[in-house]
């Protein structure tokens, strides 16, 4: 089974930076297509960034230019640097994983098989 623990959500002001990390284990980690994803309160869950098998990545248009998604196989971690941050940027923020050489895709939520917990981060005006 394979589980995904985030770390690195925070409260920050507007403008200000923070680092999610998504660690993988119970799995030897590989280059499957990962995501991140974010939910407000009473919003709907919105893919954020997704790195592809190729370590292509895309984004949400609202947070191009401003976040980055890498991740360090050798450490099986994920990670999603944010910065600029904005109050309307305030989410839960969950790491998914689609299985292995499968696509996965910002607009669909159901094409990735695990998810974590979620972090919080909060940006105050």
């Known amino acids: 089974q394979v589980q995904l623990v985030e770390s690195g959500g925070g409260s920050v002001q507007t403008g200000g930076s923070l680092r999610l990390t998504c660690t993988v284990s119970?799995?030897?980690?590989?280059?499957?297509?990962m995501g991140w994803f974010r939910q407000a309160p009473g919003k709907e869950r919105e893919g954020v960034a997704r790195?592809?098998?190729?370590?292509?990545?895309s984004y949400a248009d609202s947070v191009k230019g401003r976040f980055t998604i890498s991740r360090d196989i050798a450490k099986n971690t994920l990670y999603l640097q944010m910065n600029s941050l904005k109050p309307e940027d305030t989410a839960m923020y969950y790491c998914?994983?689609?299985?292995?050489?499968?696509?996965?895709?910002?607009?669909?939520?159901?094409?990735?098989?695990?998810w974590g917990q979620g972090t919080q981060v909060t940006v105050s005006s």
């Open positions: 998914a994983a689609a299985n292995w050489l499968s696509a996965c895709s910002l607009g669909s939520s159901v094409s990735f098989a695990y």
């Open positions: 119970r799995y030897t980690y590989r280059r499957n297509c």
């Open positions: 790195v592809d098998i190729n370590d292509i990545a």
